[in-house]
T-cell receptor
């Protein structure tokens, strides 16, 4: 079945540092890949997505590239801000027509001034 | 982007009572809606999937008689927690899907005393 593996957190960075959160997946077929962000006490917000190999999703300075050869979708940002502190979830959908999202366990990011 | 609302955002109830949570897609018609449960510092657990006008499909281990789901229209789904007990206290998040992407509501914090 489908699965998503994320690096465990928390990830603690200083403001303006470079961020990488690793995500790898296992799926049959050709899944779509997503990053969602959850701020404290809130629901999930779609951050970015990629629907086919070599696509790069980007939003708010974050980006991730769909790498089929390494089955990865690592999230990166060149310069984090305190306001980026949140939990980040990697997810995949589909692959064989199955429409339910499969989530990773989430990675908490803490950015200090 | 697409907006999904939930109501109420938080609710406190006595043990043995029932609680209804509404989920609405505000600017699009959702072919499918999903209900998730999230425990503190954990990922989302899919409870059930529903399509408009048909019975919900529950995940293994989720009691369908306890968590009643009604998907009355393409923009509204409701989750009723019947005879709630303290162990049902959790953060419940709904999601609505168009053909490709899932959009999440802000969540409902349920506390059962």
């Amino acid at each position: 079945g489908n699965s998503v593996t994320q690096m465990e957190g928390p990830v603690t960075l200083s403001e303006e540092a470079f961020l990488t959160i690793n995500c790898t997946y296992t799926a049959t077929g050709y899944p779509s890949l997503f990053w969602y962000v959850q701020y404290p006490g809130e629901g999930l917000q779609l951050l970015l997505k990629a629907t086919k190999a070599d696509d790069k999703g980007s939003n708010k300075g974050f980006e991730a590239t769909y790498r089929k050869e390494t089955t990865s979708f690592h999230l990166e940002k060149g310069s984090v801000q305190v306001s980026d502190s949140a939990v980040y979830f990697c997810a995949l959908r589909g692959g064989s027509g199955y429409s339910t999202l499969t989530f990773g366990k989430g990675t908490m990011l803490l950015v200090s001034p | 982007g697409a907006v999904v609302s939930q109501h109420p955002s938080w609710v406190i109830c006595k043990s043995g009572t029932s609680v209804k949570i509404e989920c609405r897609s505000l600017d699009f018609q959702a072919t499918t809606m999903f209900w998730y449960r999230q425990f503190p510092k954990q990922s989302l657990m899919l409870m059930a999937t529903s399509n408009e006008g048909s019975k919900a499909t529950y995940e293994q281990g989720v009691e369908k008689d306890k968590f009643l789901i009604n998907h009355a229209s393409l923009t509204l789904s409701t989750l009723t927690v019947t005879s709630a007990h303290p162990e049902d206290s959790s953060f419940y998040i709904c999601s609505a899907s168009d053909s490709d992407t899932q959009y999440f509501g802000p969540g409902t914090r349920l506390t059962v005393l």
